[in-house]
C-alpha cells in the first residue's frame, strides 16, 4: 500500500483524537496532520480546542463554521421527514456525521490529502456514518480509524501521549461518553449501561426535571411554511435562532428527554440517553401539521417512508440513492404542509391544542358537524358501505355455505 503522506483528521480535542495525531506519524509514517474542528453549535472554545491540535503536533489546525448548513440542510430535512429512529430518537447525532465527512473530503481536495482519519471505535454507530459518506464524496481517498487498530485503554492512551507531549486530563473525567451539538446531547457509558437504572440528574444539561419544571402550563404556536418552521409565538426567526428559541422552550420545561434501547448498526443493543427538547418539539408539531393539510393515503405511505428515511440516515446512507430519492418524495408532499400549530409545555410534556391551515387545511368543519350547519349527505353512507364492504360480504356468504354442507 502507498505511503500516506498528508491527512486530514477530525478532531475533537479528546484524549483519542488528540493521540491520533503522533500515532498517524508513527504507525504509518504520514509527514503531515490537519486536523478539522467540526463548529456544530456545541459551544465550546473551538479556538482552544485548534490550538490543542497545534500543540499536539498538527501542521494546520481548520475551525469549520457548520451550524447553519447543519441547521439549513441536515436539521430542517429531518423535520420535514419526522425523523425519529425507532419512533423515538430524532438523529441529533447522526445528522452531523455526514457534514462532517463531507467537510473533511472538501479538506482533503484542498489540502491535496492522501487519506482522512476519524478517532471512532470499532463497535460504535459514527464509524459507519464517516466511513460510507467518506467512500461515497471521495471513493479514491484512504480511511484511517487508529481507535479500530490500537488496542489501547484509556491509561495506555495517556500515557502514549505524554510520550509526545500531550498532557493528560487535569479534571476529573466524567463517567460519561457525551457528544453535543445544537440540537442537543447524547450520553452514554458509566452506570448507565445497566439498563434497569435511571439516569441521575448530572446527566441533563439541556432540559429541566420535572420538579424543577415551570408549575405553570406555557402555551406556544409553531408556524410552517412548506414543511419549514418559520416562526415560534409569531417572531420570524432565522433557522438557527429557531432551533435554539426552541431548545430553550421545550427544555424549561422539561421536554425533550429520551431513555432508550438502541439498535446499533453493527449490531449490539446498547442504553442510550438523549436530551434533544428542540427538534423533538418541532417534529411533533410537524406531524399534527400534516395530519390536517395531507390526504390520508398520503400520510399512510409516507409513514412508511419517513420510518425508512431515518433508518437510512441513521445507518449512514446520507449521500445514498435510495436517500436522495425519498427526499423527492418527502419533499413533493410538503407542498402544502403551511399552517400553525398550538403546543401547551408542561412538566415533560408538549401536549398539542391547536392546529390551523388558512388555505391547505383539508378539514372542513361544514361536514365534520354535528349542528345545523351540517352539508353532508348522510342517505349517501348506506351505499357506500354497501359497496365498500362488498367483497366481505360475498367471502362471508360462501364461507358460511360451506360450513353449512359440512
Not at 52 to 80: C, H, M, N, T
Request: proline share 5%.
Amino acid at each position: 500500500m502507498p505511503k500516506v503522506k498528508k491527512v486530514v483528521l477530525a478532531y475533537s480535542g479528546g484524549v483519542d483524537t488528540s493521540i491520533c495525531i503522533p500515532f498517524l506519524k508513527e504507525k504509518y509514517g504520514v509527514s503531515e496532520v490537519i486536523t478539522f474542528v467540526a463548529d456544530l453549535g456545541q459551544g465550546d472554545d473551538l479556538e482552544k480546542i485548534s490550538d490543542k491540535a497545534l500543540k499536539s503536533g498538527a501542521s494546520q489546525s481548520i475551525v469549520g463554521k457548520l451550524v447553519e448548513p447543519f441547521v439549513d440542510r441536515y436539521a430542517f430535512p429531518a423535520i420535514r421527514a419526522n425523523a425519529l429512529y425507532s419512533d423515538k430518537y430524532p438523529l441529533s447525532t447522526a445528522l452531523a456525521r455526514p457534514l462532517i465527512a463531507e467537510s473533511l473530503v472538501a479538506n482533503a481536495r484542498k489540502f491535496d490529502a492522501d487519506a482522512v482519519a476519524h478517532g471512532c471505535t470499532g463497535k460504535g454507530n459514527d464509524q459507519v456514518r464517516f466511513d460510507l459518506a467518506i467512500n461515497a464524496l471521495g471513493p479514491d481517498l484512504r480511511i484511517i480509524t487508529p481507535a479500530r487498530e490500537w488496542n489501547m485503554s484509556r491509561e495506555e492512551a495517556i500515557a502514549y501521549g505524554e510520550r509526545f507531549g500531550i498532557p493528560a486530563p487535569v479534571s476529573k473525567k466524567s463517567p460519561y461518553s457525551i457528544d453535543v451539538n445544537l440540537l442537543g446531547r447524547s450520553i452514554e457509558a458509566g452506570f448507565l449501561e445497566d439498563p434497569f437504572l435511571a439516569p441521575e440528574e448530572d446527566v441533563f444539561e439541556m432540559t429541566s426535571s420535572i420538579e424543577s419544571a415551570p408549575n405553570k402550563p406555557e402555551e406556544i404556536e409553531i408556524e410552517f411554511r412548506n414543511g419549514f418552521p418559520v416562526a415560534i409565538d409569531n417572531e420570524y426567526l432565522k433557522p438557527v435562532e429557531l432551533i435554539k428559541k426552541a431548545n430553550h422552550l421545550a427544555g424549561k420545561h422539561g421536554f425533550g428527554r429520551i431513555d432508550m434501547i438502541e439498535d446499533r448498526v453493527v449490531g449490539i443493543k446498547s442504553r442510550e440517553i438523549y436530551e434533544t427538547p428542540g427538534i423533538l418539539l418541532l417534529i411533533k408539531a410537524h406531524q399534527e401539521l400534516e395530519s390536517l393539510t395531507l390526504s390520508p393515503d398520503v400520510i399512510d405511505f409516507k409513514n412508511l417512508i419517513d420510518k425508512k428515511w431515518s433508518r437510512l440516515v441513521y445507518q449512514g446512507f446520507w449521500f445514498g440513492p435510495l436517500k436522495n430519492a425519498l427526499d423527492c418524495f418527502i419533499n413533493a408532499t410538503q407542498e402544502t404542509v403551511t399552517g400553525t400549530v398550538k403546543i401547551k409545555l408542561f412538566k415533560g410534556n408538549a401536549i398539542i391544542v391547536g392546529r390551523s391551515s388558512k388555505n391547505n387545511s383539508l378539514y372542513r368543519e361544514d361536514l365534520a358537524t354535528y349542528s345545523h350547519n351540517d352539508t353532508f349527505n348522510h342517505r349517501s353512507a348506506e351505499g357506500f358501505i354497501y359497496m365498500w364492504g362488498m367483497s366481505n360480504k360475498i367471502w362471508a356468504e360462501a364461507n358460511i355455505d360451506s360450513s353449512k354442507e359440512k
